[in-house]
């Protein structure tokens, strides 16, 4: 649970948790007799995004082909209305075949990349054979893209992965530490000890911290060298980061578990929180996203926190002056819930 369970979980979800699209299966249908039409389906056709599944002459019914699942997009070419200049008779070099790109909406996401991708292949045979006959565009538009220039989702999700890793572990193994020691009836042996309540309110979080810690930089190992991402900015930022983000999750662990009775309790509030951080944190959607109503939750969400300041220097390589408002505010709800856990523990052992 401690040392095998988060190598194996990072790996999947470095693989499984992607927005990349790869062989999105198509078919096309070229009703043109086009010579452009021919070319766009060869560069189509030898790109490693899109796997084309046939190439048909005459028009389908793409409804009944998107029901059974067999594509996700359908592209069809057409014959422009005006592809013959009507003064001398032949065809207008300039007059390009009609494109439709139908796809299919279940999966949004896909469906969205996908259609960019197509619609960047169209565009940039379009611009290579204008340019190719003499012609030039009067404006040329040219994008440049700073921290994930390939665009690899990995990059953006790896180190969301890494403060998944602390939210998981510690809110789950902290949260049954104080209930099974009442389960197994041992409370009573720490509590006529010599220790006080702040010295076992410690003892059962360090420990827990220092796993925590252990994993973060094992699984920052692991996204660096397996998943080849590059660290820009500076670790010490990020075990600062780490240390306060553990100080508000494990505390609330230990309120769950001096409120549950017993450990399957514990268990269900934990895993619930951790639905919620996951949902509201930006992990995999924009927390700009959240409905208004509910964008208090995301401000004291500590993992949205966490999230957003591993990303800042793992891929930009931001110093502390950049993110310094969003580690103060995750300072403020650490101490917030220590103080609310601490005063319940005392109150606890004071049974």
């Known amino acids: 649970m401690i040392f095998i369970s988060p190598l194996i979980q990072i790996i999947l979800l470095g693989y499984v948790v992607k927005t990349d699209i790869d062989r999105v299966r198509v078919e096309i249908v070229n009703l043109s007799q086009n010579i452009h039409a021919v070319r766009i389906i060869n560069r189509i056709q030898h790109t490693p995004l899109f796997n084309v599944e046939g190439i048909y002459y005459q028009d389908r019914d793409c409804m009944e082909t998107f029901k059974k699942g067999k594509v996700k997009a359908v592209i069809v070419f057409r ?36 259609a960019g991708y197509f619609n960047g292949i169209i565009k940039k045979y379009i611009l290579t054979d204008v340019e190719r006959k003499g012609f030039r565009m009067p404006v040329e538009n040219k994008t440049l893209i700073r921290f994930n220039p390939r665009l690899r989702s990995i990059n953006y999700i790896g180190p969301g992965i890494v403060a998944l890793l602390l939210t998981l572990v510690g809110l789950f193994l902290t949260s049954v530490s104080i209930v099974r020691e009442k389960e197994q009836q041992t409370m009573d042996t720490l509590l006529i000890s010599p220790l006080t309540a702040l010295q076992i309110y410690i003892g059962k979080a360090l420990p827990m911290a220092i796993i925590c810690i252990f994993q973060m930089f094992l699984g920052i190992g692991v996204v660096t060298l397996w998943f080849d991402i590059s660290i820009r900015g500076n670790l010490l930022y990020l075990l600062l980061t780490a240390v306060v983000f ?86 403020a709800i650490a101490v917030t819930v220590v103080t609310v856990s601490l005063l319940n523990f005392k109150r606890f052992i004071s049974k």
């Open 79 to 114: 014959d422009a209305l005006e592809r013959v200049d009507k003064k001398t008779g032949r065809e207008n070099p300039l007059k390009y075949p009609e494109i439709q790109v139908i796809m299919d909406g279940i999966d949004s996401n896909t469906s969205s990349v996908a």
């Open 246 to 331: 553990l100080f508000a999750t494990l505390s609330y662990a230990l309120l769950i578990s001096t409120i549950a009775s017993t450990q399957q309790q514990a268990l269900f509030f934990a895993w619930f929180s951790m639905i919620t951080f996951i949902l509201l944190s930006g992990l995999f959607t924009p927390t700009e996203n959240v409905p208004p109503a509910f964008q208090f939750l995301v401000k004291i969400n500590p993992l949205s926190y966490m999230i957003k300041i591993i990303r800042e220097i793992f891929l930009k390589g931001n110093g502390i002056e950049y993110f310094y408002k969003d580690l103060l505010s995750l300072a």
